[in-house]
């Protein structure tokens, strides 16, 4: 039996994780999910699997209680999905995303290097590399962090810290992948996919932010998972020495299906699976400040090195995705009805005076 500890379990790709990990290990696998149930944290997320998991409220970033827990566990394998995740919010409130995803990074890898593990994932994203330039192919291990936002500026403090600790510490086995936009189910309805679902289904038009022209790499959750596992049991040879002046070489995977979509295509594909007319259902609303414009990132590495491969079809997964949204009412109402109206405004918010 190896013990799992998987934080940011309760939210969207963690709680995908411990479904599909106690899919994969239905015996071999004690699972203990962590989370402190912030604004996109959701216990609901784990009901499916409730009876086999054992569930700590914590902080990651709170390195006593974190310690206390790894000691009491004593884990083998653990990945660090905990951050704030919301790119609105984090220009609201950003010293909530500074504590959980450069301290909280920190605390976790400290933690494994004080009470060993078999192996540690951090889990980082595609937004630490920043703003994809015009004419660039993608980004990859290799690409300078030129994170923009505060929610990926934090990431990427994140990653840097979790960077030190490989080249500091390599006995440690921490290992970090970033990944694509994910698309699935359990994801909070302030994105853009299950805003757009839940919108619609209540008669609602779909925000689209700007003209629409922002384009993202997106992946299912399920294809991003089982990267993630499979970066978690690799066998990998130790870091090399050239490592210091070339991070390819770090233990980083880049995940993703080259699947890059625009905004206003992704909000008319959704509109299009619920039999509606585009050009009725969108709302140009004003941009986000500072929004990133365009993100796509190459995946050759995990696929060469660690034969990892994306199996879902986007558009076979965009339509299982929808469906879940519609079959899920009950699950997102109790959400809205908990945290009220998700879209963002950003008019609204200048207008109110509490703009940055
Ligand atoms: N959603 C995406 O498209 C995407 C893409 C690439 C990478 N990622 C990364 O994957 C991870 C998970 O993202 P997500 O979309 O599931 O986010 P999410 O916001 O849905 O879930 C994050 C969870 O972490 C919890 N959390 C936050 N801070 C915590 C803390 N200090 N202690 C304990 N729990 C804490 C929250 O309560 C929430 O349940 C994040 O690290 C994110 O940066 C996400």
Redesign the pocket.
């Known amino acids: 039996m190896a013990v799992y500890l998987v ?8 709680a995908n994780y411990v479904h599909r990990l106690l899919e994969w290990e239905p015996s071999d696998a004690e699972v203990i999910a ?9 216990h609901a997320n784990l009901a499916p699997v409730s009876e086999r998991i054992v569930f700590e409220k ?4 709170d390195l006593e209680t974190m310690r206390a827990i790894y000691r009491r566990y004593r884990p083998d394998f653990v990945v ?7 790119n609105d919010r984090a220009i609201l409130e950003p010293s909530a995303f500074m ?3 450069a301290l ?1 990074a920190q605390v976790m890898a400290e933690c494994s290097r004080r009470v060993p593990v078999r192996s540690h994932v951090h ?5 630490v590399y920043g703003e994809l330039a015009p004419g660039n192919e993608w980004f990859t291990e290799g690409s300078a962090l030129n994170a923009k936002t505060p929610y990926s500026a934090a ?1 990427a403090a994140g990653d840097q810290i979790v960077r030190a600790y490989m080249r500091t510490y390599p006995d440690l086995n921490i290992r970090m992948t ?5 698309y699935g189910p359990y ?2 309805p302030e ?1 853009l996919i299950p805003l757009a679902v839940t919108n619609l289904l209540r008669g609602r038009k779909v925000p689209v932010y700007g003209d629409g022209s922002h384009s993202r790499d997106w992946l299912h959750v399920a294809d ?1 998972c089982a990267a993630v596992h499979r970066v978690l049991h690799a066998d990998l040879e130790p870091i090399p020495a050239r490592a210091a002046t070339e991070p390819e070489l770090l233990p980083i995977f880049d995940i993703s299906a080259r699947c890059e979509v625009g905004n206003l295509d992704m909000a008319s594909r959704v509109i299009t699976m619920l039999d509606l007319d585009p050009s009725e259902w969108i709302e140009h609303i004003p941009d986000r400040p500072n929004h990133d414009r365009r993100y796509l990132i190459s995946p050759e590495k995990i696929e060469s090195e660690l034969g990892w491969r994306p199996v879902h079809d986007f558009d076979a997964g965009m339509a299982e995705t929808v469906a879940w949204y519609v079959e899920h009412r009950e699950w997102w109402e109790q959400i809205i009805e908990e945290r009220g109206e998700l879209g963002f405004d950003w008019a609204g918010v200048r207008a109110a005076g509490s703009a940055p």
């Open positions: 934080t940011g379990a309760a939210g969207f790709i963690g962590v989370d402190y149930l912030g604004f996109a944290g959701n914590a902080d990651i970033a660090n999905f905990a951050a704030e995740s919301h504590r959980s995803n909280g889990v980082s994203t595609i937004e990431k970033h990944c694509a936009n994910n994801q909070l994105k991003h």
